[in-house]
């Protein structure tokens, strides 16, 4: 009689275990989806991050209804600049400051007003920063992306060196 309990709980206790194995085996696989999620939300976050235009530049003129105290006369405008003057009082993007010389201009003359085909302009160039959010959000992925790729492997490792063991123990052993 004893024999049988012993056999119905061996049976029970190894039955749990293998009830056991398969719940840790669904977690693994669970985490390992999750993980691989936040790697992939990181990544693509660290690329739309980057390629949004950091440092933006611009032009914007305002027309004179009279004539300035100080100015200067500028007979060739570049394309930007013709631009701001065509649409006064809007913005004319700028993605580097080398594509117009009116800043050299204005810094060389000490004022920012001109006459351009007898006709009077204030010009401004605006710098405009973004705020540090991008930079942030990019560290914060870029932290995350490490983090779970981190515990990725770290976990792949575990589970491999649990199956080697696993392994190991099934296979009968030769006693000489």
Not at 60 to 80: G, H, I, N, Q
Not at 141 to 166: C, D, E, Q, T
Request: proline share 3%; charged share 20%; glycine share 4%.
């Amino acid at each position: 009689m004893e024999a049988g309990k012993s056999y119905i709980r061996l049976s029970c206790y190894l039955n749990w275990r293998k009830h056991e194995e398969t719940d840790v085996l669904k977690t693994s696989v669970v985490v390992f989806a999750v993980l691989i999620a936040v790697m992939v939300v990181c990544a693509a976050t660290m690329i739309s991050v980057s390629s949004v235009e950091l440092n933006f530049n611009a032009l914007v003129t305002e027309k004179l209804a009279s004539k300035p105290e100080e100015y200067f006369v500028l007979t060739d405008a570049d394309p930007a600049l013709l631009q701001a003057i065509s649409h006064p009082g809007e913005t004319v993007p700028l993605h580097l400051l080398d594509e117009t010389e009116i800043d050299d201009l204005m810094e060389q003359h000490g004022t920012n007003n001109i006459e351009y085909q007898n006709n009077y302009y204030s010009v401004g160039i605006l710098f405009v920063e973004p705020s540090g959010i991008y930079r942030d959000l990019f560290l914060m992925s870029l932290v995350g992306f490490v983090v779970s790729a981190a515990f990725l492997i770290s976990l792949a490792i575990s589970k491999g060196s649990g199956y080697v063991r696993k392994r190991e123990e099934q296979q009968p052993q030769v006693v000489n």
